[in-house]
């Protein structure tokens, strides 16, 4: 049976074969979240509305 993601798009392999998680990160502030969203800061002292995908750190 080949492995299949939880969720789509909230993992990616990278070329070593190793499954890394993917987060938003805002543009603004540069606050992370999780699960990725593509609006909407999650910290409330900011305003910013766009958030780019991210791979997180695997620690």
């Known amino acids: 049976m080949?492995?299949?993601p939880a969720v789509?798009?909230?993992w990616q392999?990278?070329?070593s074969g190793d499954p890394y998680l993917i987060g938003g990160k805002c543009h603004q502030c540069g606050t992370f979240v999780f699960p990725?969203?593509?609006n909407n800061c999650p910290n409330?002292?900011?305003d910013g509305d766009?958030?780019?995908q991210v791979p997180l750190s695997r620690r």
Do not use: H, I, Q, T
Request: proline content about 11%; glycine content about 6%; overall charge negative.
């Open 2 to 4: 080949a492995a299949a």
């Open 8 to 10: 789509d798009d909230w």
């Open 13 to 15: 392999v990278n070329d």
């Open 36 to 38: 990725p969203r593509a």
């Open 44 to 46: 409330p002292g900011c």
């Open 50 to 52: 766009e958030l780019a």
